[in-house]
């Protein structure tokens, strides 16, 4: 099974891929935690990432599509893709690359989010350097303030959180990615769960909704 997770920046995908990828023993890909994580690394990829994240611009399809590829092309099992595809043309590379693995994308999930609810999220959202873990002063806190429940290391707020910047990413989305829901809405098996709920409850849904 490939499934694509849809949804605004603060709508939670990140934190159900990770729930459904391992109950469905799927493949998570996430362009946005790879980008960080080879920013992190000071790798030449994270160099070429790095303008583009920090200002909350879109990374070029021929970079994503590239990075997808090569992480992927040897990988059996299913792929849960969480904030991609992005644009139209994204869309259209991943349909022609499963084509050719005899593959296509099974299932959408769409997390809707109000934007201004997502805003709130974002400017809350903190993230551990060392381990990857991901949290929220709004939904799911550490713990102890500032304190990385499993490593135990410092949070703090990524820079793509700032106000200004949030905006911008807000704005990106609207103009770039919405266009992919009326295309799924009508050519995929689309699954709407509205992202206010508790992450549970949405994780529940989401399994019910696949019939799994």
Not at 83 to 111: C, H, I, N
Not at 171 to 179: A, G
Not at 200 to 212: D, F, G, N, S, V
């Amino acid at each position: 099974m490939n499934l694509v997770l849809l949804g605004s920046p603060g709508s939670g995908k990140g934190t159900q891929a990770r729930a459904i990828s391992t109950k469905l023993n799927l493949v998570h890909f996430s362009p946005g935690d790879t980008f960080w994580a080879e920013m992190g690394k000071k790798t030449p990829l994270g160099q070429e990432v790095g303008d583009y994240v920090s200002q909350g611009r879109l990374v070029p399809d021929s970079l994503i599509i590239r990075i997808l590829k090569e992480k992927f092309s040897a990988e059996k099992r299913g792929l849960l893709l969480d904030g991609f595809p992005r644009t139209m043309e994204q869309v259209e590379e991943l349909d022609k690359w499963l084509a050719s693995r005899s593959a296509a994308v099974d299932a959408v999930v769409y997390l809707n989010l109000p934007e201004a609810e997502a805003i709130k999220r974002l400017e809350g959202r903190r993230v551990c350097p060392g381990c990857g873990m991901v949290y929220n002063l709004v939904t799911s806190k550490p713990l102890l303030e500032n304190v990385c429940d499993k490593c135990s290391g410092p949070i703090s707020a990524r820079a793509d959180d700032s106000a200004n910047i949030v905006k911008q990413r807000i704005m990106v989305y609207r103009d770039q990615t919405e266009p992919l829901i009326s295309h799924y809405r009508s050519d995929t098996e689309f699954i709407e769960i509205k992202a206010t709920q508790p992450l549970q409850a949405i994780t529940a849904q989401i399994l019910a909704r696949l019939k799994l």
